[in-house]
């Protein structure tokens, strides 16, 4: 089995960290890189920045914190939030980032995903997708940080990213998203069943071992926290011994 | 302490600032450059890639860099290839059609079975952490770019194809992968290449490349 990868997530606004409920609502938590470095010093297997209002500002406002992120953060970084074109892409990467993140753009143009994909390969175009559950095993794509509907269904919008040449997905459960109350588990099980790339889990980690059913019975090959750790309810060291004893296999770290 | 000066061969792909960084926070003083002067000046290169063989293979050739990096190897500079810059020092590559490397170590790269061992479909690209693991022909790295590395430590990997080095004792550690052995790093007297990301590995990484710049 391949090591589940366990994944900070920093969503930002301006210069702050911040964290909402179902994405909505958001308090400003502090610094965004004191945070990433601490993750980073606890053994956080990659870096998720998400910028949570470039979509309504039409750019992302990133740069400056990826670029000082990469002068002390030496982990894969993934960032996202406006993402648009390949010129976007190519800055971010440019600043330090190791993938970008893209949902809003490629929902409008899924072409880009294909753009992308073959200008920087497959492994960095991560499908960013908000899913909002709308009847029995149902799910709808939502953009915007949950705010917009775009009609697609969830497992069906995914196997086309895929097919289009997205590598990884990043699939947040609108519904649980700072809740606290586990990760969807069957959202998670719908997606990982039609498409072979690695899905991360995102929304809902209350506690560290919410990461266990998502893992063995939704088959996520990487976990996004962010509440979890950014109010100390666990850190990266607990989350991992639990995986541990879970018998989930995890990077070791001292 | 005198810094470490290095040069980042520059040919126009892959995430160098990474690698800078990384090797800057290591202690090193770095010059990102595809002058062959520059080139040529230096204790220590870094060939970093991401992308396809045959495209990098080209820009080099393009910017008359395979050469230079030749005639540096030759004078015994320490070369240190990254991922698909590791997979450049290898004689040929069988990514899209035969393509040839830069020769420095016997080999070919070949596409990493998209079937493990026991004969289930499994993913490709790798892409993850991965544990380091000692070669059949090694028993220990002692001496070696791994000094300080133990058995297990993990590495992040994004890789389709895979180096096969001709002669074992260029096999310096392997990873597994789908149950198959899969080439970490190579090295054969001043030429070192690292399948995974060192710059970024945490840790772990930075010491490897901390190490590199005290051989």
Known sequence: ?254 | MNKQELTVIDYGMGNLLSVKRALEHCGASVIVSSDPAQILSVPRLVLPGVGAFGDAMAELARRELSLVIKEAASRGTLIMGICLGMQMLLDESEEFGQTAGLGLIPGKVVPISTLSSDGNRQKVPHIGWNDLVLPAAKSNWDGTLLQGISPGDAFYFVHSFMASPLHQEHRLADCVYGGVKVSAVVAKDNIIGCQFHPEKSGEVGLKILRRFLTL
């Open chain 1, 1 to 254: 089995m391949r090591k589940a990868r366990l994944i900070a997530r920093l969503d930002v606004k301006g210069p702050n960290l911040i964290k909402g409920i179902h994405l909505e609502g958001l308090r400003v938590i502090g610094s965004p890189n004191e945070h990433a470095v601490r993750y980073y010093e606890q053994g956080a297997d990659e870096l998720i920045y998400m910028d949570c209002v470039a979509s309504l500002y039409g750019r992302n406002n990133l740069s400056d914190i990826v670029k000082s992120a990469a002068e002390n953060v030496f982990i894969p970084i993934t960032v996202g939030g406006g993402v648009r074109s390949v010129e976007d892409a190519t800055h971010l990467l440019r600043c330090g980032a190791d993938k970008v993140a893209v949902n809003t753009a490629a929902v409008a143009n899924p072409a880009l995903i294909s753009e992308i994909s073959r200008r920087f390969g497959s492994q960095c175009m991560v499908l960013s997708v908000e899913a909002k559950l709308v009847g029995e095993k149902k799910w709808e794509a939502y953009t915007d940080n949950g705010r917009e509907r775009t009609g697609l269904d969830v497992v069906e919008w995914i196997k086309k990213g895929v097919s289009l040449g997205a590598g990884e997905v990043l699939l947040t459960s609108v519904d649980r998203e700072g809740t606290r109350k586990g990760f969807d588990v069957s959202l998670m099980q719908a997606v990982t069943r039609e498409v072979s790339v690695p899905v991360i889990a995102s929304g809902g980690m209350g506690e560290a071992s919410d990461l266990i059913a998502v893992v063995k019975e939704g088959y996520a090959d990487a976990v996004a926290m962010a509440d979890i750790l950014h109010y100390k309810r666990a850190s990266m060291r607990d989350i991992r011994s639990v995986a541990l004893s879970a018998d989930i296999e995890v990077r070791r770290y001292e």
